[in-house]
């Protein structure tokens, strides 16, 4: 359908070390792909370069027709790239709903007076903003825990909290760091589920970074491998089995003996 996030010749320093270096990335439009790689390959840090939170010592990123290169990371989920982090990142004391809420932030129209006065503007938009974070706490699986608050919930609840808040600015594409950390088997399942019906069901295009292979290999219809900050390898979930530069790289003795059953990191 086309290519929606379109990254070339991208590369990040810090001081000595090359944490990305000359990667070069398609991603077409309502689709899912993932990221993978050893600790260390710099993953999260091209996430972090996508999303403004880091900028390119060289490099392009073009979504869905404009440059990303010195936008701040609220002006790019303005232009409908949003994430969730490798580490839980809530309002622990916030509710649920709340949560939900503030993902809507870039999609408002209420200024500072009419928030303080509280207008029927404002309290149409409230009503509003509250009946749609109550949608996408469905859409996720958890209908009816809108008034927990955050902490409370369990871990993989805490998961789901945080992609319904990036659901929440009506993203083109969502980026997902680890999203089934910490996991057990049940919940990764499921989760596998929630993303495909992210992009069936809402069009969002979705591109993950994950250690369970059991997942990537069962969702992700394109790879890419980074290791040491470069890209060596990319293709379907076959093409990355068969691949012998990812198999030494990224599993390097343990891809000896291990299989899927296991629950192992494989291919």
């Known amino acids: 359908m086309g290519i929606l996030l379109d990254v070339r010749n991208l590369t990040k320093k810090f001081g000595g070390l090359t944490a990305v270096n000359d990667v070069t990335i ?3 439009e309502r689709s899912i792909s993932a990221i993978i790689g ?12 996508l999303t403004g939170i880091y900028k390119p010592d060289t490099g392009a990123m073009v979504f869905n027709g404009r440059s990303l290169v010195g936008l701040r990371p609220d002006q790019v989920n303005a232009a409908g790239m949003a994430r ?3 580490s839980i990142r809530l309002f622990p004391g916030m509710s649920v709903l709340e949560n939900v809420m503030v993902g809507m932030h870039s999609r408002l ?4 007076p009419l928030t303080l006065l509280r207008t029927a503007g404002f309290r149409t938009q409230e009503e509003q903003v509250k009946q749609k974070g109550s949608e996408l706490l469905r859409f996720v699986g958890l209908a009816g825990k809108g008034d927990e608050v955050a902490r409370n ?3 993989g609840d805490q998961r789901r909290v945080e992609i319904a808040r990036a659901l929440a600015s009506d993203p083109k594409l969502i980026l997902l760091d680890e999203p089934t950390a910490g996991m057990n088997p049940q919940e990764s399942a499921s989760a596998m589920g929630l993303f495909r019906r992210v992009r069936d069901e809402l069009g969002i295009t979705v591109v993950l ?4 292979m059991k997942v990537v290999m069962g969702i992700s219809e394109h790879i ?11 293709g379907t979930p076959a093409d990355i089995r068969a691949n012998p530069r990812v198999v030494e790289a990224y599993l390097g003795r343990r891809a000896a003996g291990t299989t899927e059953a296991d629950g192992e990191v494989s291919v």
């Open 26 to 28: 398609g991603i077409e």
């Open 38 to 49: 050893p600790n260390g390959a710099g993953k999260t840090t091209l996430f972090n370069l």
């Open 84 to 86: 969730t982090f490798q």
């Open 109 to 112: 129209n209420i200024s500072l």
């Open 153 to 155: 919930l369990p871990y």
């Open 209 to 212: 970074i994950e250690h369970d």
């Open 224 to 234: 890419s491998v980074l290791d040491y900050g470069q890209k060596i390898a990319e």
